[in-house]
Nanobody
Framework: QVQLVESGGGLVQAGGSLRLSCAVS????????MGWFRQAPGKEREFVAA????????YYGDSVKGRFIMSTDSAKNTVYLQMDSLKPEDTAVYYC????????????????WGQGTQVTVSS
């Protein structure tokens, strides 16, 4: 089984930055994708970013494009989400997830999920 643990969330003022980390442990897969999703109270889970490590291509949701950068460190079994120019509407619980097959932008395609880390952006 695979375990995912997010960290790095916190409280930040609008315009500030945070870097989220997701540590992956357990069984490893030769070809898989990692994704970031977020969910605010009363809202649906939203796609943020995802990457296929072997392909080196990263996709971003429209709401974060140009502000967030996803990166990977295979040696550390860790993925990151650098969040700049944060806005109050970015406030949500952020989840990392691992997908072995399927559309990388669809939460239904992901097989393993972390417990989430809270990001709060104040005005």
């Amino acid at each position: 089984q695979v375990q995912l643990v997010e960290s790095g969330g916190g409280l930040v003022q609008a315009g500030g930055s945070l870097r989220l980390s997701c540590a992956v442990s357990g069984r490893t897969f030769r070809n898989y994708a990692m994704g970031w999703f977020r969910q605010a109270p009363g809202k649906e889970r939203e796609f943020v970013a995802a990457t296929t490590w072997s392909a080196g291509v990263t996709y971003y949701g429209d709401s974060v494009k140009g502000r967030f950068i996803m990166s990977t460190d295979s040696a550390k079994n860790t993925v990151y989400l650098q969040m700049d120019s944060l806005k109050p509407e970015d406030t949500a619980v952020y989840y990392c997830a691992l997908r072995t097959s399927g559309d990388i932008w669809s939460s239904a395609s992901y097989d393993y999920w972390g417990q989430g880390t809270q990001v709060t952006v104040s005005s």
